[in-house]
């Protein structure tokens, strides 16, 4: 079934699945596991998907499914709370450096970032996090610390997990600090991250209670990862505990990382600034309680963010395209949602096959960044054309502002 702004599939005994994809490739795939969730007895009207829509772990990545008595961890993931923030500076770009290298070196200091070893529990500092935290750090955790504590009395494992010394730190993958123009050549500062290792852990912990329930009560399920914990059981109140407190460990992460990242673009650039002339910090993989169609009801957006009327979102593109700054049309059949960012085309494996250092360095060309082999599967040819990601969704946005990157740093 088509309509004027998005199309409508229904699989045999599954809810409908509205998809503001017109224009924009969707994997066979992605179309399975969206016919899987659809099937879920508690999804309430219907499944919502994004323009930047691919596979993802049990559910696909750009999709926004709304649950009545139920919640999914695994289509919360294991990077709870991950997400953007933005903040508009009073510098132009004729203030920057003709040499970024220095301004790039600067950042890489003052935020932690990189893989943590895999390690069963932490016992040290690695490094992705803080030898010595800055008091930014620890007016955070002051804010963090009492639910923390409440958690971990249920769920002991997770006082073992890398939690505080990751506080203001960046991660690894498509997790990134950048430096960008505006249309105006106005600067903004710009980031990506999550919860980090205490948010792995709280997510994987509730994915494997999710499944061991499912096996206890012999609940067949087309994908495990589907699994879900019911409203009313203690499993189901912890997890909303837990996870409430992942996504505000999240979004003061990227508080703390703001600050640090202004702090160092200062020790660079000697004219005085200020910033937050406007700013955004939003999340894009989060559940959390809202009213849709009469019903106080369970959203997850699994790659997918707030888009409500007049509300400020984030929607990156990928290393060395255009990002946006969006504001929601509070279209009710999206549940309030827009896409992410563009969305991968390939694995990252994939990627690595295919393209080359050289690659790398041409489809980056004007933004100083890393350009090694680590980084190749982030390159732009593995992620879907931004333009073509918001051309699908202009029921759903209007763009703000339009970004481009003269620094990014790769975790």
Same mark, same amino acid.
């Given at each position: 079934?088509?309509?004027?702004?998005?199309?409508?599939?229904?699989?045999?005994?599954? $809810?409908?699945?509205?998809?503001?994809?017109?224009?924009?490739?969707?994997?066979?795939?992605?179309?399975?596991?969206?016919?899987?969730?659809? $099937?879920?007895?508690?999804?309430?009207?219907?499944?919502?998907?994004? @323009?930047?829509?691919?596979?993802?772990?049990?559910?696909?990545?750009?999709?926004?499914? @709304?649950?009545?008595?139920?919640?999914?961890?695994?289509?919360?993931?294991?990077?709870?709370?991950?997400?953007?923030?933005?903040?508009?500076?009073?510098?132009?770009?004729?203030?920057?450096?003709?040499?970024?290298?220095?301004?790039?070196?600067?950042?890489?200091?003052?935020?932690?970032?990189?893989?943590?070893?895999?390690?069963?529990?932490?016992?040290?500092?690695?490094?992705?996090?803080?030898?010595?935290?800055? @008091?930014?750090?620890?007016?955070?955790?002051?804010?963090?610390?009492?639910?923390?504590?409440?958690?971990?009395?249920?769920?002991?494992?997770?006082?073992?997990?890398?939690?505080?010394?990751?506080?203001?730190?960046?991660?690894?993958?498509?997790?990134?600090?950048?430096?960008?123009?505006?249309?105006?050549?106005?600067?903004?500062?710009?980031?990506?991250?999550?919860?980090?290792?205490?948010?792995?852990?709280?997510?994987?912990?509730? %994915?494997?209670?999710?499944?061991?329930?499912?096996?206890?009560?012999?609940?067949?399920?087309?994908?495990?990862?589907?699994?879900?914990?019911?409203?009313?059981?203690?499993?189901?109140?912890?997890? %909303?505990?837990?996870?409430?407190?992942?996504?505000?460990?999240?979004?003061?992460? $990227?508080?703390?990382?703001?600050?640090?990242?202004?702090?160092?673009?200062?020790?660079?650039?000697?004219?005085?600034?200020?910033?937050?002339?406007?700013?955004?910090?939003?999340?894009?993989?989060?559940?959390?309680?809202?009213?849709?169609?009469?019903?106080?009801?369970?959203?997850?957006?699994?790659?997918?963010?707030?888009? $409500?009327?007049?509300?400020?979102?984030?929607?990156?593109?990928?290393?060395?395209?255009?990002?946006?700054?969006?504001?929601?049309?509070?279209?009710?059949?999206?549940?309030?949602?827009?896409?992410?960012?563009?969305?991968?085309?390939?694995?990252?494996?994939?990627?690595?096959?295919?393209?080359?250092?050289?690659?790398?360095?041409?489809?980056?060309?004007?933004?100083?960044?890393?350009?090694?082999?680590?980084?190749?599967?982030?390159? @732009?040819?593995?992620?879907?054309? %931004?333009?073509?990601?918001?051309?699908?969704?202009?029921?759903?946005?209007?763009?703000?502002?339009?970004?481009?990157?003269?620094?990014?740093?790769?975790?």
């Amino acid at each position: 079934m088509k309509h004027e702004d998005y199309d409508v599939v229904q699989y045999k005994d599954g $809810r409908p699945i509205k998809m503001w994809t017109k224009g924009v490739p969707v994997e066979e795939e992605a179309k399975q596991q969206l016919a899987n969730t659809s $099937r879920l007895p508690f999804i309430y009207k219907h499944i919502a998907v994004m @323009p930047d829509v691919h596979l993802g772990k049990g559910s696909t990545i750009g999709s926004v499914i @709304p649950t009545l008595g139920a919640v999914i961890p695994a289509a919360v993931g294991v990077d709870i709370g991950c997400g953007m923030m933005a903040a508009k500076t009073t510098l132009f770009a004729h203030d920057l450096p003709d040499n970024l290298g220095p301004l790039r070196t600067a950042i890489e200091k003052a935020i932690p970032h990189g893989m943590s070893p895999k390690t069963r529990s932490f016992k040290g500092r690695d490094k992705g996090s803080w030898e010595n935290p800055p @008091p930014a750090v620890d007016a955070a955790w002051a804010q963090l610390k009492d639910g923390f504590d409440e958690i971990c009395l249920k769920t002991r494992r997770l006082k073992n997990t890398n939690n505080y010394l990751h506080l203001g730190t960046l991660g690894s993958g498509n997790h990134f600090v950048e430096v960008c123009l505006d249309e105006a050549n106005a600067v903004w500062l710009m980031l990506h991250s999550g919860s980090r290792g205490v948010g792995n852990a709280i997510g994987s912990h509730f %994915i494997e209670l999710a499944k061991q329930d499912m096996r206890t009560h012999f609940i067949n399920l087309p994908d495990q990862d589907l699994s879900y914990l019911p409203e009313g059981t203690e499993h189901y109140k912890d997890y %909303i505990q837990a996870v409430g407190w992942a996504q505000k460990f999240a979004l003061l992460n $990227r508080e703390v990382m703001m600050q640090n990242l202004i702090a160092a673009v200062r020790t660079v650039i000697s004219k005085p600034f200020e910033t937050h002339i406007e700013a955004v910090n939003c999340h894009h993989n989060y559940v959390q309680k809202e009213h849709h169609f009469g019903k106080d009801v369970l959203v997850t957006r699994k790659g997918a963010v707030s888009a $409500r009327a007049g509300e400020l979102g984030i929607i990156p593109g990928s290393m060395g395209a255009k990002s946006f700054i969006v504001r929601g049309k509070g279209n009710e059949e999206s549940f309030h949602s827009c896409s992410h960012g563009a969305g991968r085309t390939m694995s990252r494996t994939a990627a690595k096959k295919l393209y080359t250092v050289a690659d790398q360095i041409a489809a980056t060309e004007g933004v100083e960044c890393r350009k090694d082999a680590n980084v190749i599967d982030e390159i @732009p040819m593995a992620y879907k054309d %931004i333009d073509a990601v918001m051309l699908a969704q202009t029921a759903l946005v209007d763009v703000v502002h339009v970004l481009k990157q003269v620094v990014c740093v790769k975790g």
